[in-house]
């Protein structure tokens, strides 16, 4: 299935996404804003999860649903699979076996196909076949453990880390292996556990622990919130900005625009001063508003920023200078990223329904208008 317009570096591939929860769809949101053709594979037969009205995660896919509980369905899955470049699922262990499409099947129906598999867990170990979501995840990597303020319970990062953080590495392990298959001809499993993405993202931890640069107490580390220079500072109006002058040459810049005692840089990776010099600071912050620390530091070498909530970023004059989001159809999203040299008109594309694209995918997988016709009154497959 060669007809995807040349619209990024992806441009030619064909990816099957058997649409589930968790990080799948973003990872194919990701693909398919690489130019990738991502065909989402829905089930009639829908998850008892609830589904978002607007989902960002849809745009520019194609969507087909198909019954997999029958003979007629399977064969549509065979026939995408068999022109297909790549397909990934993020159910547990077994289900798409017991769908009669685990890897060794696919591969006898293609022996380039990519397979990718989500899981939270990973493939094996024992806790591969338990259900759990991005906070249990993080858990036992440590990461959950170092998250938060020292007097609260850690605190989950949203879904950012597990979830998607870590699922990024399936969309890595996707082009990686379909690369090796174009110059091999044999595709593989590609196996992205969660926990495996985790414990990747948190190598630096790792490498401050094994050289003793890391306290076991949490907030109480130059990255946590631990430090007075490396931390958000609420404002006279009852927001909040961040300051990240880890460097004290940036500390320094901060003191001569703020009017702060330079005494304040005196010992300053010192995590034993760093309490009283958060007083100082707190106190300082308080004096102003947002706004006006904003006027006086944005810009500057003083590592600052204004926290702003998510819903007004698109507002923001750094994002609006970079044209960073896009409104399609009332809808205000994020612009793919990263961005092409290659690739200059960088656009969201407009967000796909289900069974938008049945039919279309049909004819091009050479059913005739009969045997659409018929797929379609027997609920095999169903369009919007």
Not at 52 to 72: F, P
Request: proline share 5%; net charge negative.
């Amino acid at each position: 299935m060669d007809d995807n317009c040349d619209k990024g570096p992806l441009s030619g591939l064909t990816i099957i996404e058997m649409v589930g929860l968790g990080p799948g769809p973003f990872v194919g949101m990701l693909l398919a804003d690489l130019g990738a053709k991502v065909i989402a594979v829905e089930r009639s037969h829908k998850s008892a999860a609830p589904q978002l009205k607007i989902d960002i995660h849809r745009r520019g896919k194609q969507s087909i649903v198909i019954d997999l509980k029958t003979s007629e369905g399977k064969l549509v899955l065979s026939r995408l699979i068999e022109s297909s470049d790549g397909l990934f699922e993020g159910f547990r262990p077994g289900v798409m076996e017991k769908l009669g499409f685990g890897s060794e099947q696919c591969f006898e129906l293609n022996p380039k196909l990519v397979f990718g598999r989500m899981t939270g867990w990973g493939q094996s170990g024992p806790l591969a076949k338990s259900a759990g979501h991005d906070i249990n995840y993080l858990s036992i990597t440590g990461a959950l453990h170092a998250l938060g303020t020292r007097s609260d319970v850690p605190t989950p990062p949203l879904n950012l880390v597990g979830d998607y953080g870590a699922g990024m590495f399936l969309a890595l392990g996707m082009v990686s292996a379909m690369y090796q298959a174009q110059l091999t001809g044999k595709g593989q499993v590609v196996d992205c556990a969660m926990v495996d993405g985790i414990n990747v993202l948190m190598t630096l931890f790792h490498s401050l622990n094994a050289n003793a640069m890391w306290s076991q107490q949490r907030d109480a580390n130059f990255l946590d919130g631990g430090a007075h220079f490396y931390r958000c500072y609420e404002t006279a109006d009852g927001k909040y900005v961040s300051l990240g002058a880890i460097e004290q040459p940036f500390m320094k810049i901060f003191c001569e625009l703020t009017g702060v005692d330079s005494e304040i840089l005196a010992e300053h990776m010192n995590a034993e001063l760093w309490p009283d010099k958060k007083k100082t600071l707190e106190n300082l912050f308080k004096q102003k508003t947002q706004r006006e620390w904003t006027d006086l530091l944005a810009g500057t070498d003083a590592c600052f920023a204004p926290v702003v909530p998510f819903w007004e970023a698109a507002s923001h004059p750094h994002n609006v200078a970079r044209g960073s989001f896009q409104n399609v159809e009332g809808v205000v999203q994020p612009i793919p990223a990263p961005r092409f040299s290659n690739y200059t008109n960088v656009s969201c594309d407009k967000l796909a329904s289900s069974g938008q694209h049945t039919r279309d995918i049909l004819e091009k997988l050479n059913f005739d208008t009969e045997d659409i016709q018929r797929l379609l009154e027997r609920n095999i497959v169903s369009e919007s």
